[in-house]
């Protein structure tokens, strides 16, 4: 009985604090789980030019000019230590496209490419797009779209031709009869310094001839040769678009029995040789083209190699150079 009233007391207590909300004190919420940062993901290593691998097919050897601009991006990528996988295509453009499709299997970062002529670079440089392969264009021009490729960094060869043509309308006031030494045919340089010269030459000076010396001194000379026997008599001046070729005329035009200034001549490049002529009174304006492009090919082929965006078009500041100066700057002239 006493046990059945224990039993009563303690139900009727545990039905009050029931009532009273003193049960159990609910399960508290699960807390949120603690927040994981979301994982970030790795973040590229950006290049250095030690990682860094360049293609430069370079398109020949056939100037003075050349063998410069190839020591400028040989030099200069040996001083920065990025890989440079340099090929000769001897003038032709076949061979250029060949070794530019090499690179692209072989994986290189960026390819800079001298073209020998403007056209016919389509496929290769859609290739090198599709590849994921940015192509900087140096020195000379080409005709294809734009968007096949990153850059242009180079000369503005119609401007050269513009000053040419503004230094043989000086030589010849009174006017007179011209012959035309052009360079590679099909090329941005013989092309632009054809037009430009073109744009600027005085009414009163005829063009009487222009061939193509391949910008050569050993297919310069013939040239002029022929031009001598051709119109003996006749030539006040000559536009020659290098120095190369220039050196080469003026072995013709001395085997011809003529004298420095018989025959007024401007010359392009600026290099050592194109001095000498100056020096020695045969070429009496010499229009600057820089080859020393390494270290600005370098520079972008780097930044496009990490993606940055880059100038679409830099274009080299370049003088003219005159014999009364010649003798002073030879000494300093890097090429
Ligand atoms: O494209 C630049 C031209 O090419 C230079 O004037 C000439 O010397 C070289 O061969």
């Not at 919420?29 to 970030?40: D, L």
């Not at 030494?181 to 030459?201: C, D, I």
């Amino acid at each position: 009985m006493k046990f059945l009233k224990v039993l009563c007391l303690l139900v009727g207590l545990a039905m009050i604090l029931a009532v009273m909300g003193c049960g159990a004190a609910p399960a508290a919420p699960a807390a949120p789980a603690e927040e994981k940062p979301a994982a970030e993901a790795p973040a590229k290593a950006k290049k250095e030019y030690k990682d860094l691998t360049v293609c430069y097919p370079q398109l020949g050897a056939e100037s003075d000019w050349r063998t410069a601009n190839s020591a400028s991006l040989k030099e200069t990528a040996e001083k920065l230590g990025v890989k440079l996988v340099f090929s000769d295509a001897q003038q032709k453009q076949e061979n250029q496209i060949s070794a530019m499709r090499a690179c692209i299997q072989q994986g290189v970062d960026v390819v800079a490419l001298p073209p020998v002529v403007e056209d016919g670079w389509d496929a290769v440089l859609t290739e090198a797009k599709d590849a994921g392969i940015p192509v900087i264009i140096v020195d000379r021009s080409v005709s294809a779209d734009k968007s096949l490729y990153a850059a242009h960094i180079g000369s503005d060869m119609v401007l050269e031709g513009k000053k040419s043509g503004e230094e043989m309308n000086k030589l010849l006031p009174e006017g007179g009869k011209i012959i035309e030494l052009s360079g590679t045919t099909g090329s941005g340089a013989a092309v632009g310094r054809a037009k430009g010269f073109r744009e600027t030459l005085a009414k009163n000076i005829e063009i009487l001839d222009s061939q193509t010396g391949n910008f050569t001194t050993a297919e310069g000379k013939p040239v002029m040769e022929a031009f001598l026997k051709k119109y003996a008599g006749e030539i006040d001046g000559a536009f020659i678009h290098n120095d190369n070729m220039a050196i080469g005329a003026v072995e013709a035009i001395k085997a011809a029995g003529l004298k420095p200034g018989d025959i007024k001549i401007v010359s392009v490049d600026g290099t050592r040789g194109g001095f000498q002529l100056m020096i020695d009174g045969w070429v009496q304006a010499d229009v600057e083209c820089n080859p020393l492009l390494g270290p600005q090919v370098l520079e972008m082929a780097l930044k496009l190699a990490n993606g940055e965006a880059v100038e679409p078009e830099t274009l080299t500041n370049e003088t003219v150079y005159f014999p009364d100066k010649a003798a002073e700057l030879l000494p300093s002239r890097q090429y």
